[in-house]
Structures are given as C-alpha cells and as structure tokens.
C-alpha cells in the first residue's frame, strides 16, 4: 500500500458520519446477513462497463501511555502519552479502452497525522503516515498509469475486476505492460495475508518487507514501467523504477544515469494438498544520491562535521541492493499463514522507505467464517528488525537519518507484536481494532517498550 504524507490538525468530518451511522450500520448488517447479503462496498460496481468508478476512506486512530526512556533525541518516538488520527481517501478511476488496454487515475486526499510525526520506530506503528509536514493537505495525483496485456495463449482464466485491473478473464500465459505514476509496492512484495492496511495489519514492516527500500517518493509513488510474465503456477515481473532525488524526498531524479531503481521478483504458486501457497522471491538495486553509513563516522571522527551526517557529501550516485522473501500457506479452517524475510546490504543511507536492513516476520490470519462472521478477519504478526553495524555506529554517535536519531544507543533488535480484529459492520463499512506492542523502539534498549492501541475505520465506496 501507498504512504501518505499527513501532518496533525483537528479530528476528520468523517469521524462525524461514522459515529451517526454506527447503530444504523449495525442494525442493517443483522438485517443483511438474514438475507445473505455479502457485498462489501456501498455502491455495486458494474462487472461490464468499460470504465470504472470506486473509492476508500481510511481512518486510523491510535494512542500510547508514557514509557521509560533514559533519553530522547530529535527523531525520538515521544515518551509522554500522545494520540493521533490519520484520514486517507482514495478516488479510483479505470477506463477500458479495449480489451486489452486500460488507464488508471486516482486522486488521494490526506489530513490528520501520526503518534510523534511517524518519527522513532523503524517498524512505524501506522502506514498511512511518514514524515513530512511540509506537503500539506490538498488533494494531489496518486496514480496514473496503463495496463496492456499481450495474450499468449487461447486459454483464459477469470480475474477478480478492481481499481487495477479491469479484464475479467486473461490468458493463461501472457505478458502484461505498466507504465505511468504508479506504487512499486502494488506490484512487488504482495502478501496475500499481510499487505493491505485497509483490513489487516497497520505496521510499516507488516504491510511490507521493511529491508526493501523499495523506489518512491515521500507519498509512495514512483514513475516507472514494469513488465509481468504470467503462466499458470508462476509468474516473473520487472520495473524499472524513478528513484526521490534526497532521503525521503517528494522530488523524483528524471536523469536515469544519476538515479534508478531495478526491481526483480519471481512468484510460484506450487500445488499443495493443504490449500494454496504462495513463494514470492525478491531482489532490488537502487542506485541513488547515497550516503555511506562507514564515511559519515569516519568524517565526524576526524572533526569534519560536528556530529555524523550522513548527508554531508558531494552529489554522488552509490547502489544499494537487497532481497526478499515471502510466504503465504493456505490452512483448513479459514487459516493462513504468512511469513517474510528481507535483507540488504546496510552500507548505505535508508533512503525511500524505512531504517530497516534486516527483517523476520511470521503470522497468520483467520476468517471469521467459525463464528458465523465469514467477512470478519483476525490477525497476529511478530516481526524482528535489525540494523548494520555500520548504521547502529552511526546512531550511536548522535547521527540522524530520516526517521531515526535518539541522540545515543544501546542496541538491541526492533521487535514487534501486532493483532487486529477487523469486523464488518455493513455492506462497505469496516471497523477494526489494533494493537502493537513494540520492544526496543529504534532498536534503543534504553527506551520502551510502548504499547500502541488503536481504531481503524475503513470505507468501500
């Protein structure tokens, strides 16, 4: 999923509406499920129309109590007792233009923020947010983008219609161009269990593998092109993708000799006799203006800047690279499982996505089909993040990047818990309550751990 810049300010309208519809809502789902009514969005959207038209709101609620925490920093998550609320709508729109060629426009709108300006924690509690107040809170242009499908085959097979994906059934081997403004996380890393923050977990390093510095601006968008070879129990995929011109930059760098990004992912779907499993493999190189974790010590040791800047340094072009893994097996009783693994190659600066060079995370999902809720879904995740030495180095010595920076360290991995209950309410309304417990809080010993509750409350249009 995309991340969205949101600064604080006063509580969304929408809270309003949703609080006076709540008994409504509640009294009209009883009604529904007597009548097996299973739609999921308020609006019925046409599985036949040449273009299509839908939208979300997502609104995250979240708190935690106050901490210990021997000291604080600049890029400290804050140790007193803070809430925030974030709010992002989406307009989705497509258009079909023949059966094998579709276009994509989506606007989003943000307000609201995040628990200490989504600084402190490389496994951020809230993936909706990220740190940049200074975007404000106009609508702006999340996607747009094309879709071509190269059938090679006569044999088709029936897809799930939505705001990507038009086409009702592709061949069973093909190969499919995008191209245009698009979220290079859409299309690589997908879990089927853990990558949607709209129904299941919030937490940046569960939605998505936190070690993958995956090519984006501030928002989550990139411009890029991407080619996807499908066959009927695997699939190969590859984008080229524009990379922020700084750390966590709204700007994209257009010149491809200065800044790039490789993106490799081979997918197989291997027959079980459990259920369905998915094997997803991951590889990236980012190729970017970069700091280098080792100099920026060095430079601050012999007195060249008066604490580790990782930003102090001519205008250069340093790779970055990394893989990931991810899992997801199918189980009786409506279960899921899920796991991933990422790595790179710590050296140089976090750049697009989050401080992470090295993440475990395993989990699963259950469907609520047991206690006659089948569209309700609970979840649990536990994720381990680490750094490189070189990166914990730096910390230590008061260095900041773009998230991190406690002014000082006492190592130990980022470890976190996370569960939901996301129940549906009625047709396109869904509530969901979250919670995290978060040890070590970027990867400081000497702060935390936090608890973090927190309500979501989820609009299909």
């Known amino acids: 999923m995309s991340k969205a810049c949101l600064r604080r300010k006063h509580l969304p309208t929408s809270w309003l509406v949703v609080v006076l519809l709540l008994p409504v809502s509640v009294w009209a789902q009883s009604a529904g499920?007597?009548?097996?009514?299973?739609?999921?969005?308020?609006?019925p959207h046409s599985q036949t129309a040449r273009w299509w038209i839908s939208g979300q709101d997502n609104i995250v609620f979240q708190a935690h109590p106050s901490f210990s925490a021997k000291y604080s920093g600049p890029n400290s998550f804050r140790k007193t007792s803070?809430?925030?609320?974030?709010?992002?709508?989406?307009?989705?729109?497509?258009l079909q233009v023949t059966r094998t060629t579709e276009i994509f426009v989506d606007i989003e709108d943000v307000s609201g923020g995040g628990l200490s300006d989504a600084l402190g924690i490389g496994g951020f509690v809230n993936v909706d947010v990220v740190r940049n107040p200074t975007l404000g809170t106009k609508p702006y242009l999340g996607r747009a983008m094309f879709r071509q499908i190269l059938g090679l085959s006569k044999e088709t097979v029936e897809t799930t219609r939505g705001p990507f994906g038009l086409a009702t059934r592709v061949p069973v081997r093909r190969l499919e161009l995008r191209g245009g403004k698009l979220s290079t996380a859409d299309f690589f890393d997908v879990n089927e269990v853990g990558s949607d923050s709209h129904f299941q977990f919030l937490n940046w390093t569960s939605v998505n593998n936190g070690a993958y510095d995956y090519a984006a601006d501030t928002r989550g968008y990139t411009v890029g092109l991407l080619a996807e070879y499908h066959d009927r129990a695997w699939a190969a995929r590859f984008g080229e993708m524009l990379m922020p011109t700084v750390a966590n930059g709204l700007d994209l760098e257009f010149n491809l000799r200065k800044a790039r990004a490789e993106n490799l992912e081979f997918e197989f779907h291997p027959k079980t006799r459990v259920g369905q499993t998915s094997i997803r493999l991951l590889s990236f190189v980012n190729h970017a203006n970069m700091g280098v974790y080792r100099t920026a010590v060095i430079n601050y040791l012999a007195g060249k800047t008066p604490r580790p800047d990782i930003t102090a340094h001519p205008t250069q072009t340093t790779i970055k690279y990394g893989f990931g893994l991810s899992l997801v097996q199918e189980l009786p009783h409506h279960l899921r499982a899920f796991g991933r693994f990422g790595w790179n190659e710590g050296q140089h600066q976090s750049f697009a996505y989050t401080e992470v060079d090295e993440t475990v995370q395993g989990g699963?999902?259950?469907?609520?089909?047991?206690?006659?809720?089948?569209?309700?879904?609970?979840?649990?995740?536990?994720?381990?993040?680490?750094?490189?030495?070189?990166?914990?180095?730096?910390?230590a010595l008061g260095g900041l990047g773009f998230l991190l920076g406690d002014g000082a360290l006492s190592y130990g991995r980022e470890t976190i818990i996370e569960a939901y209950y996301n129940a549906h309410v009625w047709r396109g309304l869904f509530v969901s309550l979250d919670l995290q417990h978060v040890s070590n809080p970027g990867y400081n010993r000497d702060r935390g751990p936090v608890l973090v509750p927190g309500v979501r409350i989820h609009l299909e249009f």
């Open 82 to 94: 803070e809430n925030a609320t974030s709010n992002v709508a989406t307009l989705y729109t497509g």
């Open 364 to 395: 699963a999902d259950l469907a609520g089909a047991g206690w006659r809720r089948p569209l309700d879904k609970v979840g649990l995740a536990a994720i381990s993040n680490a750094i490189s030495a070189d990166h914990q180095h730096y910390l």
């Open 33 to 43: 499920d007597a009548d097996g009514d299973p739609a999921t969005t308020f609006f």
